[in-house]
């Protein structure tokens, strides 16, 4: 079954859809597999440096909204220390849904900090969150099948209740480590328009639109703009 929530209808998925459904969740559980084979010993030497630099676990586990609004628990390396408020990043997010503008500092990214100032940093996550090593436990979250390789960034609750209606939309898929607007310019997009290209990845998608967003992400990440 596939679902509409816009309007909150479920309909028979075709054999085409389930088709796609079914390789791109091959595609993922290979490549997933295969990225956490190749860069295990730099996820144990992160890990390590985490819990070396800084009091607390090496892995930071948060409950996101994923498929179907269903939460998860979503794995990242721990790049701030323990205890943090997030205030600042709540205020920072409703501001840009509410307000529509840009981020007053085009290098600060719509869903987290990467300045090395930040007090609320590790000695080593500022640079975990510019490379976006950080993120790499998520395969774990696609191999267990709360994640895909490409898809909308995963919401916080809070978050979610600040989209506007059309933007429900990006539920009717999995989460993704990297998606489209990772791949489109990420520091200089409006929150606004972030969702709204998590909508266009929904109406668009396709394994062909996966394994190009996945080329694209390399260079994305390189150049600092990666997922976040």
């Known amino acids: 079954m596939t679902t509409d929530l816009r309007i ?22 290979v490549l997933a597999g295969l990225a956490l084979a190749l860069l295990s010993p730099v996820m144990v030497a992160i890990a390590i440096a985490v819990r070396l630099t800084s009091p607390g676990p090496a892995l930071f586990r948060q409950v996101r909204v994923g498929h ?27 501001r840009m849904l509410t307000g529509d503008t840009a981020p007053a500092d085009p290098a600060r990214a719509i869903y987290k ?16 969150r510019k490379a976006s090593l950080d993120e790499l436990p998520q395969l774990i979250n696609v191999l267990r099948g709360e994640m895909s390789l490409v898809g909308p960034r995963p919401a916080l609750p809070w978050e979610v209740e600040l ?6 939309l990006r539920f009717a898929v999995k989460p993704g480590i990297t998606g489209l607007w990772q791949t489109s310019g990420r520091s200089t997009l409006t929150m606004r328009q972030a969702l709204d290209l998590d909508v266009d990845y929904v109406q668009r998608r396709s394994i062909l639109l996966d394994l190009m967003t996945l080329l694209r992400t390399v260079p994305a990440v390189l150049r600092a703009r990666g997922a976040g």
């Not at 389930?18 to 595609?27: P, S, V």
């Not at 179907?68 to 990242?76: G, I, Y």
């Not at 900090?113 to 975990?128: K, Q």
């Open 8 to 29: 909150g209808v479920a309909h028979p998925a075709g054999l085409t859809e389930r088709l796609d459904h079914a390789a791109k969740r091959a595609i993922d559980l």
């Open 68 to 94: 179907l609004r269903k939460p998860f628990v979503m794995l990242k390396f721990r790049s701030m220390y323990e205890g943090c408020d997030d205030a600042v990043h709540r205020a920072y997010v409703t």
């Open 113 to 128: 900090v990467t300045g090395i100032a930040d007090p609320r940093m590790t000695p080593i996550g500022w640079f975990l």
């Open 163 to 168: 989209f506007e209606p059309r933007h429900h």
